[in-house]
Nanobody, 112 residues
Framework: QVQLVESGGGLVQPGGSLRLSCAAS????????MGWYRQAPGKQRELVAV???????NYSDSVKGRFTISRDNAKNTVYLQMNSLKPEDTAVYYC??????WGKGTLVTVSS
């Protein structure tokens, strides 16, 4: 079974940037739908961004224009470039494959 491992989280000031990575333990089919979700303290997990097999992307309204999801099928890795970060972006960010496989998450804290 493919395992997903997120990395790249940390503490950043408002307005800063981070790039998250999600590395798969085995080859991910180029047809897989890969997504990033997040869960803030006391809130439900929500979809942040998703990238489909043809490269089409979709974003939540709260991150549109600030975050960019991308995939490198040769490296079995999915990225989330996060710019203009806000305190409300603070959450644990999870990688997901086909709505079924989850990573353990990486914490992003946006604070001055």
């Amino acid at each position: 079974q493919v395992q997903l491992v997120e990395s790249g989280g940390g503490l950043v000031q408002p307005g800063g940037s981070l790039r998250l990575s999600c590395a798969a333990s085995a080859t991910i089919s180029r047809f897989s739908v890969m997504g990033w979700y997040r869960q803030a303290p006391g809130k439900q997990r929500e979809l942040v961004a998703v990238v489909f097999s043809g490269g089409r992307t979709n974003y939540s309204d709260s991150v549109k224009g600030r975050f960019t999801i991308s995939r490198d099928n040769a490296k079995n890795t999915v990225y989330l470039q996060m710019n203009s970060l806000k305190p409300e972006d603070t959450a644990v960010y999870y990688c997901n494959r086909n709505g079924a496989t989850w990573g353990k998450g990486t914490l992003v804290t946006v604070s001055s």
